[in-house]
């Protein structure tokens, strides 16, 4: 049964319009029917499944049967990465695939792209609305609005246990840190030339552990995949659960 | 240090002939002149350090100073993967980025590209020498030929540890059958739309254990990643200096 998103959705809904994009997938892409049954999340861990009353000229009414609510897993795992020239786009979308939580770009010394317009923001934000419905997700994970890497480490220090992937590290495999997280966990890679010794060494000011993700060089966008893939298989082996 | 390719390089080259696309991307793209230094390597754990000694209208001529040998680690991890609509060059690019020995694409019956040109095979070699290159890697995986399924189950078994990842296996995680795992290792992923039933009873049959990847469904190229990305982890956890 195909999966739609309405931010409008609440576990106490018994009928929801769906408007915008979503109406126009539905309508014209899937050419669905009224009568047609659909499931609708609203990205935030409710699931509704329910049938199609009518479709309007600029909106579809839909008639919910029932509505569960799933919890996401803790510690949630969420990922800071540098802007990349090319392949946001393939960050956001895989990782929202595994089920990462927040993106959080962020401009480096390095970084080559410095800023991204709303336009590219926005079509980031479609990228994780498309993945999360492509792979029954009921997780929308939030994308924010870059900063630069001294003031993000600034303001999310507090609530996160950071873990900083760096090419230059050799000592510290990922998992030994993993072990340690007390927090909800934040990953953290930089741009395609990698990180400035400076903004490591003030990623470690501000509590951030210093990781290696093998002995292999990677692509920014591999090493971004690689860390979330790693980081939740290690929550799977303590919780075969982990969603 | 630019990182080039040659498979005539041997541990006893005292010189060697960079030629074509590689003496192009020398020459042309990377303008290197005589007396630049370079490595090379021959894909299969020879890693050379040298000169450029002469350039000639078609080819360069390296001077070899020194010769290392790098050893791959074991087990080796592999994988097969259904053949994709899009996205194969995906599926090399970033496993070779982490490390992969081997290739083995392959046709199922959901498989929807059923064929493979040789073009389309030799650009998928291609991907795999620059994302060795790019990383700094002195291992060549190979791409195989597809084949059916069935064949390829038939002709793998007895040398891999097979491990299929099908979405509808929820009670074993990966990391339960890798900690068993006593030969290399051949991770299994499937096309677009799944594995038949059938299949994965067939790869049952030839000694294939069947693995859940988490919770969350992945696309077909990010099952194949994300196997990759959990199996080298694994093996970073039991020997720091995985290869």
Redesign the interface.
Known sequence: MPLFYSPDLKDISTRINITGSEYHHLKTSLRKHEGDQISITNGNGILAKGRINKILPNHISVQIDTTTSIEKSKPYISIAFSLLKKNNE?IVE?CT???IYEFFPFISERTVKKSISLNQLDRLRKVAISAMK????VYLPEIHNPLQISELLKQIHNNYNMILAWEEEQNT???TILKKAKKDICLIVGPEGGFEENEVTLAKEYGSQIVSL??????AE?AA??AC??A???Q??QN????
Chains 1, 2 share one sequence.
């Not at 492509?134 to 997700?137: I, L």
């Not at 075969?240 to 969603?243: G, K, L, V």
Request: glycine share 6%; proline share 6%.
């Open positions: 393939l895989k695939e595994l089920g492509q792979c029954d997700s495999p990922l998992h093998g002995n292999h060089i990677l692509r591999t995949i690689t893939a790693q939740i298989f290690y799977l082996k075969p659960e982990y969603y």
